[in-house]
């Protein structure tokens, strides 16, 4: 499924300016802001599945800043 921002749009492909890494780095830190968003709200939609997985990715990523 894509967002609805993004429907239509590509992500810059081999030879455009942003490489893989430095797009991944720009999606992970927007989903860190998210995911503190919705931790501080907690939007009465934010079940706790919906917690957890977000809990189990922002540990993933964490864990992809440490190896780096």
Same mark, same amino acid.
């Given at each position: 499924?894509? =967002?609805?921002?993004?429907?239509?749009?590509?992500? =810059?492909?081999?030879?455009?300016? !942003?490489?893989?890494?430095?797009?991944?780095?720009?999606?992970? /830190?927007?989903?860190? /802001?998210?995911?503190?968003?919705?931790?501080?709200?907690? =939007?009465?939609?934010?079940?706790?599945?919906?917690? !957890?997985?977000?809990?189990?990715?922002? &540990?993933?990523?964490? !864990?992809? !800043?440490?190896? &780096?």
């Amino acid at each position: 499924m894509v =967002p609805r921002l993004l429907a239509g749009k590509s992500l =810059p492909r081999r030879g455009d300016e !942003k490489s893989l890494d430095s797009q991944f780095k720009i999606v992970a /830190e927007e989903f860190l /802001e998210l995911f503190e968003l919705l931790e501080e709200y907690a =939007p009465i939609w934010y079940s706790e599945q919906h917690h !957890k997985r977000a809990l189990n990715a922002w &540990r993933t990523l964490q !864990k992809s !800043k440490a190896t &780096r």
